[in-house]
């Protein structure tokens, strides 16, 4: 099973991004989706995060991020989403995403760096 990120990069303050993440090796539909995040000098934070197919890939945010952020998932693409806007400097992080499927082992990708800075 493997996760694999894009789409991340420098942007400047107010600006946008998409993030991407692949999945291969695994049922992507039925496993529930999500978006993690790490700053610097700080511990991991979940963001989103998106149900399966089965029970109506219902979304979910952290407050910090509601309203600004918004997770897909194309399950024809194996692909979830990360549709960033209004970016903040404190959105500064390490971008990770998540399938979770129990009583399986979760997934997880290896990272993308967002950095928003003028």
């Known amino acids: 099973a493997q996760l694999v990120e894009s789409g991340g990069g420098l942007v400047q303050p107010g600006g946008s991004l998409r993030l991407s993440c692949g999945a291969s090796?695994?049922?992507?539909?039925?496993?529930?989706m999500n978006w993690y995040r790490q700053a610097p000098g700080k511990e991991r934070e979940w963001v989103a995060g998106?149900?399966?197919?089965?029970?109506?890939?219902?979304?979910n945010y952290a407050d910090s991020v509601k309203g600004r952020f918004t997770i897909s998932r194309d399950n024809a693409k194996n692909t979830v989403y990360l549709q960033m806007n209004s970016l903040k400097p404190e959105d500064t992080a390490v971008y990770y995403c998540?399938?979770?499927?129990?009583?399986?082992?979760?997934?997880w990708g290896q990272g993308t760096l967002v950095t928003v800075s003028s």
């Open positions: 998540n399938a979770r499927m129990s009583p399986y082992p979760e997934v």
């Open positions: 090796g695994f049922t992507f539909s039925r496993y529930h």
């Open positions: 998106i149900t399966s197919v089965s029970v109506g890939g219902i979304t």
